[in-house]
């Protein structure tokens, strides 16, 4: 009889045990790729949101900018530099940007904002501000408009619960309010007739402004009103203008939904004196994968010099890199833990096995059988338990994160509303099979690898004569 | 031929009280074919001595040649090795291992010594039937008797034709009728394959079917006699 035939015969000697087990393993590769994949996938769209509503994979600024956001840290908008960053193979195109401070006014309030200067169209390619634009508003009208009609108890509760937030799209409305799916049609006309918003774009040379919408709340502000910005221009100039509000934007991140005011890029670079010069240009590429974006920057990097600046997305965000790097270790603490309680689990089950095979051991070693078949009949045992749980714990894990890649997990009204306050994405995400997959997986075979020394050392140093006794 | 002799063979024990001297100065000969039952009352150290002739055990002082080797001088794997070649064993109980059938458990150390099928499977038929188990093939250990996993035992010892067998107190865990049929297909085995049988017991019944009986007291042997 070969080792592996034997080992599978023990195996079914004590079924519960390696049913038990193997299902312990299972459960520490399911959970710890089902967390992973949401750790990550989580952390990636934060990132992505971050990423396409303001920072871009690269910019390429002066090289002073960075460290001292003032507006005399600018640069010129040459012709020369763009034909340089584009020549690389990855950049798709440029995007213009003019990024200054200014107090801004309404009247009786007023605060300190993030003025943003951006070419209309180009724009779209990153950020897309147009399709930001608040299509629905739940105000207070609304809301009792809309509960006047036959609407759902749920939908009634929930917009009390969201009362004054709005939507830059249907989907996100849907979701936030919990409409369900049989529903949709024949309330999206409601919200259509009573809530929505009517918000315009504007072109280059407007004199025009899109507010983010937590700061147009909070300055008192609508479509049509004018907002006033106060700053300091290039070379000490004061800068100072009035522009009418054509949209407000919802943007993913609530920290700067809270201070962006768009405006104009040639008219920002007259509100700040500064005609033809940019803060930034953010380069648009073809392939926005790790590796590529790194080796783009290096490219980048050394192809263009002082005086300017080659930034990464990582070095611009680099708050939020910190903050989900320390959450990712926390997650690995935890997982790390479940690894140990499950190590423990599998030591037990080598060690009943071994303890209680002993005078089998002595018998077979007294007949002829040598000690290291004897170890391998019992690694074999081992891997059998370890591969049987994590091949089913990976089976299992598989669908569940291609389910949850193609749907990510909306939290319930209650606490989107909570986790939005906190300034957060009420959405979790999946991350799609990647390293994770197999790094876990090792690390749950290496246990079940390391917890089958025990035995093999027991036999090694296993007297016959006592075994045989016992 | 000799199979086994023995020259002032000692086995002391250091408890941490005491020093228990469980084999005392024995000197034996066995031939090729004997038939022989170790006796005396229990803790005489019959067992030992049976561990210290099957390698399992190592005398503290004295000599013991298996066919003329001295298992004191090989390395612990060369030892296993020797006895799978040259030993058959047979314990008190739990012999047997459980996850493989009767045919399986007789096949093991001739598969441990890389028969070829033809002939396994041959010579396994023939200790079944020598046995009276050829109709319990493919049970499991825990479908057989006391009795019937004694003689699957017996089968197993003889499988590879040993120079000898070892049984300490084979029938210790048996009734009348299981002991004295265990005996007879023993008996029988020895005279059909020539295979010395060494085995321990303090049961009257077992003394009766030897040809010959050492008995020991103490570690010392006190008679050897041979009956015929
Ligand atoms: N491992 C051991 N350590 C100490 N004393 C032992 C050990 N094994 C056996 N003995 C002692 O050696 C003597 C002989 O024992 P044993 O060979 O088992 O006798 P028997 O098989 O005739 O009953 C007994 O006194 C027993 O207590």
């Known amino acids: 009889m070969k080792n592996y035939k034997m080992a599978w015969r023990n195996l079914w000697r004590n079924k519960r045990r390696t049913v038990i087990t193997a299902s312990s393993v299972f459960f520490a590769v399911f959970f710890?790729?089902?967390?992973?994949?949401?750790?990550?996938?989580?952390?990636?769209?934060?990132?992505?949101?971050i990423i396409e509503s303001y920072s871009g994979y690269i910019q390429v600024q002066d090289e002073d900018f960075w460290e001292n956001k003032i507006v005399d840290n600018v640069f010129k908008n040459s012709e020369e530099l763009r034909e340089k960053i584009t020549a690389d193979r990855n950049v798709e195109d440029v995007i213009p940007r003019f990024e200054s401070f200014a107090l801004a006014s309404s009247g009786s309030r007023s605060k300190g904002v993030m003025v943003m200067g951006i070419d209309p169209e180009k724009e779209k390619l990153l950020s897309d501000v147009e399709d930001k634009l608040v299509k629905y508003r739940l105000t207070d009208e609304a809301i009792s408009a809309i509960k006047s009609e036959e609407i759902p108890a749920y939908l009634e509760k929930n917009m009390d619960l969201f009362h004054g937030n709005s939507y830059s799209s249907d989907g996100r409305l849907q979701i936030e309010l919990g409409i369900k799916e049989n529903d949709e049609e024949y309330l999206m006309p409601l919200f259509e007739k009573y809530a929505s918003v009517k918000n315009g774009y504007f072109s280059m040379g407007d004199n025009a402004a899109?507010?983010?919408?937590r700061l147009a709340r909070y300055l008192g502000l609508e479509r049509g009103d004018t907002i006033i910005l106060v700053g300091q221009a290039y070379h000490g100039h004061t800068a100072a203008g009035k522009y009418v509000i054509k949209g407000i934007v919802k943007i993913p991140n609530p920290d700067i939904e809270n201070k962006i005011v768009y405006l104009?890029?040639?008219?920002c670079q007259t509100l700040y004196y500064a005609d033809g010069m940019l803060t930034s240009m953010v380069v648009h590429l073809m392939d926005d994968d790790d590796d590529a974006i790194n080796n783009t920057l290096k490219r980048l990097d050394s192809n263009i010099e002082s005086p300017y600046r080659i930034l990464g997305w990582k070095e611009?965000?680099?708050?939020?890199?910190?903050?989900?790097?320390?959450d990712n270790k926390s997650g690995i603490i935890m997982i790390g833990i479940l690894y140990l309680v499950i190590a423990f689990g599998v030591f037990g089950t080598v060690l009943m096995m071994t303890a209680e095979r002993r005078r089998e051991f002595g018998v077979l070693i007294a007949i002829g059988m040598q000690k290291t078949k004897m170890a391998g009949v019992m690694v074999y045992e081992m891997l059998y338990i370890g591969l049987l749980g994590?091949?089913?714990g990976v089976a299992i894990a598989l669908p569940s994160i291609i389910y949850g890649y193609h749907h990510p997990i909306h939290f319930p009204s209650k606490f989107a509303k909570i986790w939005e306050e906190y300034g957060f994405e009420p959405v979790m995400a999946f991350q799609w099979i990647d390293k994770y997959f197999l790094s876990q997986s090792l690390v749950v075979a290496i246990i079940v690898l390391v917890a089958v020394i025990y035995p093999v050392v027991k036999i090694r140093n296993l007297k016959e004569v006592n075994a045989i006794k016992a | 031929m000799k199979v086994l002799e023995l020259f002032n063979v000692h086995k002391v024990y250091n408890t941490t009280h005491v020093e228990v001297h469980a084999v005392n100065d024995v000197c034996l000969e066995f031939e090729e074919g004997e038939f022989a039952a170790i006796v005396g009352p229990s803790g005489s150290g019959k067992t030992t001595l049976l561990n210290m002739i099957g390698g399992l055990d190592m005398p503290t002082e004295g000599r013991i040649l298996v066919n003329s080797t001295d298992?004191?001088?090989?390395?612990?794997?060369?030892?296993i090795d020797f006895r799978m070649r040259n030993i058959g064993f047979v314990f008190q109980s739990y012999n047997l291992i459980p996850v493989l059938t009767a045919k399986e458990n007789i096949e093991f150390i001739m598969n441990l010594q890389k028969w070829p099928r033809k002939k396994r499977d041959k010579r396994t038929m023939e200790l079944l039937k020598a046995v009276g188990l050829e109709d319990r093939v493919d049970s499991r250990p825990a479908q057989l008797s006391g009795g019937q996993q004694q003689r699957v035992a017996v089968a197993r010892a003889l499988a590879s034709k040993p120079r000898f067998v070892l049984a300490d107190e084979p029938t210790a865990n048996l009734d009348t009728k299981s002991t004295e049929n265990l005996l007879d297909i023993m008996e029988k085995l020895n005279r059909e394959e020539n295979i010395t049988f060494i085995f321990s017991t303090h049961d009257a019944r077992v003394v009766k079917k030897a040809r010959r009986v050492i008995t020991l007291e103490d570690g010392k042997v006190v008679s050897d006699e041979i009956r015929e």
């Open chain 1, 316 to 326: 611009m965000n680099e708050t939020l890199v910190q903050q989900l790097d320390a």
């Open chain 2, 71 to 79: 298992l004191s001088t090989l390395k612990s794997s060369a030892i």
């Open chain 1, 390 to 392: 994590i091949l089913a």
């Open chain 1, 32 to 49: 710890a790729l089902v967390m992973r994949s949401l750790q990550l996938g989580t952390y990636d769209s934060m990132y992505k949101n």
């Open chain 1, 264 to 267: 104009p890029v040639d008219v």
């Open chain 1, 210 to 213: 899109l507010v983010g919408d």
